[in-house]
């Protein structure tokens, strides 16, 4: 029998840590707007699933945009903290190391399947320590190594300057039109942000904020957000430009990400 989700943000909570015996554990918690879940780590790795809402997952220098029908993955011991974008319910799958879906240390977000999606579902209300636990977890650890991966990580600096106008943009991502109007605000000169740019993340700022911008639409489009609407809130000139940035991202025009959005609802 399944445990109802918990509505607090509490860590390591008692009875969750997976085993060789039993390598996926699940925490169900259904959380509203805002809600934090502090940065910690642990041994096992976890695939961080939201059934509904939106969720961003911040792992070190790099910070993750995660829509519903999406997962990421966070390898054993990597330090994360999840901001809840809009109620969400998340499902947390703690994975012990011996059955890590993928060998390297790295984050990624994956498209979640129809079928890893009724996975996950039957896994939760499944009999603990039953036979068909262990079949779902297996099944859950398969798809996770087919699962398409989607790059929608957002690189974060050291420099403090630059931080604090990189989170301010992920927050809010039409807060600023120019590198000079986020000099002026985080107290540093326009010349030096863009030498920064470089330096830490390797990229210009207006490629940064690109990559900002679409890991933002996914989340948005997701939601049912109009696509005018989308183009707007993240601070493009017009549709028709968000919409041939994003097929050259993702490989498909936002209608297409839609309509499979849609087919996975169904």
Not at 119 to 135: C, D
Not at 209 to 231: E, N, Y
Request: glycine letters at 4%; hydrophobic letters at 45%; charged letters at 20%.
């Amino acid at each position: 029998m399944a445990a109802s989700p918990v509505t607090h943000t509490r860590l390591h909570l008692p009875g969750t840590t997976p085993s060789a015996g039993r390598p996926i554990r699940i925490v169900a918690r259904d959380l509203e707007a805002l809600q934090l879940l502090k940065p910690h780590r642990h041994d096992w790795g976890q695939i961080t699933y939201a059934k509904e809402g939106v969720v961003r997952v911040t792992v070190a220098d790099s910070s993750w945009i995660v829509p519903p029908l999406r997962a990421i993955w966070i390898p054993p011991d990597a330090v994360h903290e999840i901001h809840v974008l809009e109620k969400a319910k998340i499902r947390a799958l703690y994975v012990h190391n011996t059955a890590a879906p993928f060998a390297d240390k790295q984050c990624r977000v994956i498209e979640v399947s129809p079928l890893l999606r009724e996975s996950i579902a039957a896994f939760e209300h499944a009999e603990i320590e039953s036979r068909r636990e262990a079949l779902l977890a297996a099944l859950i650890l398969d798809e996770m190594r087919h699962a398409a991966t989607l790059p929608m990580r957002i690189a974060l600096p050291d420099d403090k300057r630059l931080r604090t106008l990189c989170k301010m943009l992920i927050d809010s991502p039409s807060a600023i039109a120019t590198l000079a109007e986020g000099a002026q605000r985080v107290g540093a000169s326009e010349r030096t942000l863009a030498r920064l740019f470089q330096a830490e993340l390797g990229v210009s700022f207006g490629e940064w904020r690109r990559q900002m911008r679409l890991a933002h639409a996914a989340a948005l489009i997701a939601r049912g957000m109009p696509m005018s609407q989308v183009a707007a809130e993240l601070g493009y000139a017009s549709q028709s430009a968000f919409s041939a940035m994003f097929r050259k991202t993702f490989g498909q025009t936002p209608s297409q990400f839609l309509a499979g959005q849609a087919l996975h609802n169904g």
